[in-house]
């Protein structure tokens, strides 16, 4: 399912003296089977895109459409729009609640598939944890507050992939892991990609992550997007990203001090052809 918005608008409160316009024309594209990464500082309208998505908030102003679901016809369906477009939202451990982790991971699936038997549901229940890397029998029966932080990140993960969207989205999926957390989720997210879920997009606030994963990204300012573009593309542009109050990849960084030093090093931005160009360079340098 192919996601397209053209002039996508939202105030937050209209009407009203706290009225707060989070989106102000927001036009993107994103394709079915990538993996879309969504960069820009806080309050430039990350999340209430990502809410337009799944319909979590109503359409009011614009052109949204995800599939062949248009979200500006009030007749769109938009339970079966929610069955297909999963979203993780920020922290998403705060919403588990069921008195197992096995029944928490159901309970999407009891809203979406009535068509299932029990013995159905749970076997899918046990592919989804198995496929957050979770062992079913040692956790099933567990208490989800039982859990570290990184379980309950994945146990609610496996909450949303249990019902096979087609289009997962996640807010900020690896805020306030560790570093090996984040890696973590990126491989699981990798994982779920082209198999369980075709089209996956994601906020974060790590450029390296974008640079590192990102099939193409968008960058948001003020309730636009600003750039759309490949990490490749948008990391060349790194002093646009610095006056956005932007952070910029490791290797932009470096790309950036070796400028100043006068070699232009030619890169997508990730770290293994970032290191294999500097190489090149210096090897070419060496033998003038
Ligand atoms: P981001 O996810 O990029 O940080 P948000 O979409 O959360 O941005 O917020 C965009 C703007 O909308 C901000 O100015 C924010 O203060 C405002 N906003 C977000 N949620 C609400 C809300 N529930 N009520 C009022 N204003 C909100
Ligand atoms: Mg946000």
């Known amino acids: 399912m192919r996601i397209l918005a053209k002039g996508l608008t939202y105030t937050y409160n209209p009407k009203s003296p706290f009225a707060s316009q989070a989106l102000k024309g927001v036009d993107i594209s994103i394709d079915e089977g990538e993996f879309f990464g969504i960069i820009g500082h806080t309050g430039s309208g ?79 229940v046990k592919e989804a ?62 994982a779920i990609h082209g198999g369980w879920c075709k089209t996956i997009v994601f906020v974060s606030h790590d450029m390296d992550e974008i640079a590192e994963n990102c099939t193409r990204a968008a960058v948001f300012s003020d309730g636009r997007v600003v750039m759309e573009d490949t990490p490749a593309e948008i990391f060349k542009r790194s002093d646009k990203l610095i006056s956005l109050g932007l952070d910029i990849p490791v290797t932009a960084k470096c790309a950036r001090i070796l400028k100043e030093r006068g070699i232009e090093i030619e890169t997508d931005f990730t770290s293994e052809d970032f290191i294999v160009k500097v190489l090149a360079a210096y090897a070419a340098k060496a033998g003038a």
């Not at 248009?70 to 938009?78: A, G, W």
């Not at 297909?84 to 598939?113: C, H, I, S, W």
């Not at 087609?166 to 690896?174: K, N, Q």
Request: aromatic share 8%.
């Open 46 to 124: 990350k999340s209430t895109f990502l809410q337009h998505l799944n319909a979590l908030i109503r359409l009011t102003g614009g052109f949204l459409k995800v599939g062949e679901y248009d979200l500006s016809d009030k007749k769109c369906n938009f339970l079966e729009l929610r069955s297909k477009v999963g979203m993780v939202f920020q922290y998403p451990e705060y919403q588990l609640f069921a008195e197992t982790v096995e029944k928490d991971v159901m309970f999407g699936l009891k809203n979406f598939r009535k068509d299932m038997s029990d013995e159905e549901m749970k076997a899918a």
């Open 129 to 190: 944890i198995e496929t957050v890397d979770l062992d079913y029998e040692e956790i099933k029966d567990k208490s989800p507050f039982e859990l570290s932080g990184g379980q309950k990140r994945r146990v609610a993960i496996a909450g949303v992939i249990v019902t096979k969207p087609e289009v997962l989205i996640l807010d900020e999926p690896a805020a306030g892991l560790d570093p090996l957390g984040k890696k973590e989720i990126m491989d699981l997210l990798h």
